[in-house]
Structures are given as structure tokens and as C-alpha cells.
């Protein structure tokens, strides 16, 4: 059964994305290297640790993404339940919660999304926590999601 597609009209796609790796026979599976790679394009984004995990954070110190301690998944903070629900519902074996998240605006994505999905939903995550400056710098970038999946 294919994989239903969803696209975030709220911001880009990266262009550039070699999507031929992720051939059914061999998935890729975003891991804390990608992460690290995608944070590249985000100004002021950087990675710190927590929960005793790698952590990622916007310049202020404002968490947008984190790798799940115990959950094959990556913790990526919306901040907006109603977001989270349509995730849920277009796609639930890739986006999910555990009860400890039900309050919360934050979702878990599977190691096994596609990663131009995930990097469009990293780029939500830390638009809502980035500073002013490094969105203007964003918007005004002309190589926006380009950074390789590895």
C-alpha cells in the first residue's frame, strides 16, 4: 500500500532533496545526522542536549526538535494541537503521541518519514520559536532546503 503523500502549504518543500534513495527496498530513516544537516538551512538553529538526547533549538534557546529517549521517533514541538490532530489523522503510523504529549502541541514522527516531509515540518516547528531576524534571513535566503539527506 503507497504511502499517502502530505504536503505543508504553510512552507516549503526543499528543492534539491534526492529522493531516489528512498526506493521501498531500503528506506531512509531520518537520524540525528540529517536532523543536523537540515538545521544548516535554518538560521540560528543549533543543537543542544535534552532530555539527555540531542535537542534542537533556535537561537534564544527555544526547543523546536528533539530525538525521543525511548520512542524510535523525533519529538517536534507545533504548538497547536489542531496541527498535530490532522498529522494524526492523515498518516498515523508515521505521527503519533504518547499519553504524556495529549495536552501539548507536539507531535512524534517516525525515523521513517521522507525527508523532505520532515524537513517541512522542522521548518513549522522552528518558524514558531525562531527570532525575527533569522526568519527575515530565512525568507531572504536563495538556497533554502537544499542541504542533503546523507
Do not use: C
Amino acid at each position: 500500500m503507497a504511502r499517502k503523500s502530505f504536503f505543508l502549504p504553510w512552507t516549503r518543500i526543499p528543492i534539491g532533496w534526492d529522493l531516489t534513495k528512498t526506493a521501498k527496498s531500503k528506506p531512509i530513516m531520518i537520524t540525528t545526522e540529517t536532523i543536523r544537516k537540515m538545521i544548516q538551512d535554518l538560521p540560528g538553529a543549533y543543537e543542544e542536549s535534552s532530555y539527555g538526547t540531542p535537542g534542537f533549538k533556535a537561537k534564544g534557546g527555544k526547543l523546536f526538535a528533539r530525538i525521543h529517549q525511548e520512542e524510535d521517533a523525533v519529538v517536534i514541538l507545533l504548538g497547536d494541537i489542531a496541527m498535530r490532530d490532522q498529522l494524526m489523522a492523515s498518516d498515523p503510523d508515521t505521527y503519533y503521541i504518547t499519553e504524556h504529549y495529549r495536552k501539548y502541541g507536539t507531535v512524534l514522527v517516525a525515523t521513517t518519514i521522507a525527508p523532505d516531509e520532515f524537513f517541512a515540518l522542522l521548518v513549522v516547528a522552528w518558524k514558531r520559536v525562531a527570532l525575527k531576524r533569522d526568519l527575515k534571513a530565512y525568507e531572504d535566503s536563495g538556497d533554502k532546503g537544499t542541504s542533503e539527506s546523507g
